[in-house]
């Protein structure tokens, strides 16, 4: 079936994406090629692709909001967090696998963002896959160079009295940020708070939401 | 510069430019910065990426200004940029002869 | 430049580049899949991260410029796959050539 619904958006907001029903292309030929013959080969089977993709799907910014909400409401859970985020993401429950996590908090004169210039690694077991841009050479190139006008493009001017701390993932360590807690959220719940961390703010290129 | 890399120590990264696949990146190397925390040991990518055995060598997260890094081209001289590099690719003391 | 020294074009931080382009898209179906082979062969010991990296580079600039992130990763996957012997190239392209010819789309060409 032709894709003739461009208007329509996905649950995540983004446009769908051509799926099985576009040309077949060359890498599309490969994948199928190769995946084949690994499992006939018995080097994997199609059960454990089918889980591998459902544990991926699993993993999404709303890990990482939960993990911040935590970490504004409980003293001791953000010291636990800043010490050993990966053990703090495994005693929220959260299948992280061997990700080696390092949090980096926002505060009143400090701004953390995260980008890899060498290739494109990500927190990818507690957040989730990458947005496109993060991968993209724009990103980063100019982040390491000119992070507050790349941040500017992304909405977000920081002032002079601000320090930006650039954090590039060049070897086993994955960042996440921690962003400062909004004002004005006094006694909202942890759940409530959560809904307010977005995924860019855990990158660094955004501030969490503001209460309605 | 003291002789040991160790938290707080000034370290700069190796100045050269190995073929072949390597994990400090070019906009760092030959310049100094100050060790930021100990990460421990990890395989060294230099021989995972050939399908080679690989012994642990030690990853550093160093800290570097951007005005270290850029210059008077710097967009914020005091803004900082924290990575992480082998500890193979760390000088203590004087560089490399070339 | 001198023959034998590769550019490495992948090491971006500090070059020249334009705007961030902010479009994102949901992954396919064969985008998810090949994330998933990458995970479980580098699990089971078939070859490492960064063996899918050096396999990227070495792909060159063009590759970045051309192919889309999921094409260049199952490009990489698969010449590890061979390096490490999971299967030949003969019988890569024996099979490619099989599934190209089962149908005009990716669904089609599902094996059944």
Redesign the interface.
Known sequence: MPHDHAEHLSPSGHPYRPDDDGPLSYWQVMEIAVRELLVEKGHVTPEEIAAQIEAMDARSPAQGAALVARAWCDPAFRDRLMADASAASREMGFDIGALHLVAVANDAVTHNVVTCTLCSCYPRNLLGLPPDWYKSRAYRSRVVREPRAVLAEFGLDLPPSVRVRVHDSTADMRYVVIPDRPAGTDGMSEEALAALVTRDSMIGTGLPRTPA | MPNRVEPGARVRVRDW?P???V??????RGRTGIVERA?GA?PN?ER????LPAEERG?W?VRFTMAE??GAAA??P?????????EHWLETGEPHAA | MQPDVPSHWHDMGGGPAGSVPRAEHDFALWEKRVDALMVLMSNKGHFTVDGLRRALEEMGETAFETMSYYERWIAAINRNLVAAGAYDTAELAARMEEVARRGATYGDAQSR
């Open positions: 430019s073929p072949g696949h994990r400090a990146p070019a906009y760092l990460l990890f990518p995972l990426a050939y399908g990853l997260r890094l850029w967009e914020t005091e803004d900082t940029l924290d990575a992480e590099i082998y």
